[in-house]
């Protein structure tokens, strides 16, 4: 069964600060990594996935299969990246299948 | 374009009642999946329906069920509503799978 971790529930950088939300997976097949986010007040949005290897917003996040980690990563933290972080994990690619962290809120301090 | 819509926006019921909840998908998408979202549980996955098809479907007792229509708005039914029922549900539609799934606003059901 597949199962996805984030070990914080909580985390807080000041602004200008590099940040890590961690994320560990457990599944025995090749899935597919995503990381979504909730502003305050706004809806479920995706922040970035794994096979795209983009950079949005200035996060980045690389999957370590060894590791079976997809941590989430900025080199310097902005004010409006408080928000609610889920890692996310789909069994196969092209599935919309998703299962979800508990979730990580940041916040970052002025 | 218009996001996905999610009606009512919010529900109160009595234990042992029904519940349908609705969702609009963006025009043109195909795909809807369903998630249940607890302070204890967190985002569960529910059920996934494209072209009206069932396609994935979650951990849940038979008391939940779905459907989705040809112009592919999709309705959650639950029945026989217990007070662990009570969750903000969440929809979400993708134009094919494997894309970007966008989230609807949600409903609040409190099971009383």
């Known amino acids: 069964a597949q199962r996805v971790t984030q070990p914080e529930k909580l985390l807080s950088v000041f602004k200008g600060a590099p940040v890590e939300l961690k994320c560990n997976y457990s599944?025995?097949?090749?899935?597919?990594l995503f990381w979504y986010v909730q502003y305050s007040r706004q809806r479920l949005q995706l922040l970035l996935r794994?096979?795209s290897r983009e950079s949005i917003k200035g996060f980045t996040a690389d999957l370590n299969k060894g590791e079976t980690s997809f941590h989430l990563k900025k080199p310097f933290a902005q004010e409006e990246d408080s928000a609610m972080y889920y890692c996310?994990?789909?069994?196969?690619?092209?599935?919309?299948?998703?299962?979800f962290g508990t979730g990580t809120r940041l916040t970052v301090i002025p | 374009k218009a996001g996905v819509t999610q009606t009512p926006r919010y529900l109160i019921k009595t234990r042992g009642q029904q519940v349908t909840l609705s969702c609009s998908p963006i025009?043109?998408?195909?795909?809807v999946s369903w998630y249940q979202q607890t302070p204890g549980q967190g985002l569960q996955f529910l059920f996934e329906?494209?072209?009206?098809?069932?396609?994935n479907k979650g951990n849940f007792p038979g008391r939940f069920s779905g459907r989705q229509f040809s112009n592919s708005r999709s309705e959650m039914n639950v029945s026989t509503l217990e007070l662990g029922d009570s969750a903000l549900y969440l929809c979400?539609?993708?134009?094919?799978?494997?894309?970007?799934?966008?989230f609807g606003p949600g409903t609040r059901l409190t099971v009383l």
């Open positions: 979400a539609s993708t134009l094919t799978a494997g894309n970007e799934q966008f």
């Open positions: 599944y025995s097949g090749s899935p597919e």
């Open positions: 025009s043109g998408h195909r795909s």
């Open positions: 329906y494209f072209s009206e098809t069932q396609r």
């Open positions: 794994h096979i």
């Open positions: 996310a994990l789909s069994p196969q690619t092209g599935a919309n299948n998703l299962f």
